[in-house]
């Protein structure tokens, strides 16, 4: 049982390049979550995706697409990369986000160390 | 919107004293919480969570954290630091809209020897 992995662990791109990062869980969640971490800001929610083929944005979407095709997958992609989304990019599952009144935990990914040149 | 503030970027501390790290949150409806450890270059782990109930609530690795709704707050505490404690840690808010969280900008607690 990996739980959520992430792929690749760091990456560098020059301006302009595009990329795609990949989100895999085996635990057969059904909410999966797309964070960025930049020091002093916490975690900032990019994208989410409630169930298989859905997706819908978070609080920061500009420059980025989803895609969640398969049930254990969610797809970040960078089309155009720029400087400023140089930061560590996490992903996220959980099973139900409700259960008699108790909310379930999210499960985060190593992350993903990008730098854009 | 809701918000989370952490009082306090850095927190540092001598082993075997008291850690207090601050969380606030802005909520007119007390939303759940929750409390996170990042140990270097890895992801977040769960150390508790409140839900409804019982206000203090009891983590792992000896952490524990009160709700108090009158002040908003929801702090992190440990007796006993260990040198094991040194992370980042982040409050978080939410868990009702399809399980979105709201964090908190973070806490390094650096614990000397």
């Known amino acids: 049982n990996a739980g959520v992995t992430q792929t690749p662990k760091f990456r560098v791109l020059k301006t302009g390049q595009s990329m795609t990062l990949l989100c895999a869980q085996d635990?057969?969640?059904?909410?999966m979550y797309w964070y960025r971490q930049d020091p002093g800001m916490g975690l900032r929610l990019i994208h989410y995706s409630v169930g298989e083929g859905t997706t819908a944005k978070g609080e920061v979407p500009d420059g980025y697409n989803v895609s969640r095709l398969k049930k254990q997958n969610f797809l970040l992609g960078l089309e155009s990369a720029a400087p400023s989304q140089t930061s560590v990019y996490f992903c996220a599952s959980s099973g139900q986000i409700i259960y008699r009144g108790h909310p379930y935990e999210q499960y985060f990914g190593p992350g993903t160390r990008l730098t854009v040149t | 919107a809701q918000s989370v503030t952490q009082l306090g970027s850095h927190v540092s501390v001598s082993e075997g004293a008291l850690v207090l790290l601050r969380c606030n949150y802005s909520?007119?409806?007390?939303?759940?919480l929750f409390w996170y450890v990042q140990y270097p270059n890895q992801g977040l782990q769960l150390l508790l969570k409140?839900?409804?109930?019982?206000?203090l609530v009891k983590g792992i690795n000896g952490f524990e954290a009160e709700f108090k709704k009158s002040e908003t707050s929801f702090h992190l505490t440990k007796p006993s630091a260990h040198m094991s404690d040194a992370a980042e840690y982040f409050c978080a808010a939410g868990g009702t809209s399809y399980g979105k969280l709201t964090f908190g900008q973070g806490t390094i607690l650096t614990v000397h020897p």
């Open positions: 909520s007119s409806v007390p939303p759940y």
């Open positions: 409140y839900t409804t109930g019982a206000t």
């Open positions: 635990m057969n969640h059904e909410y």
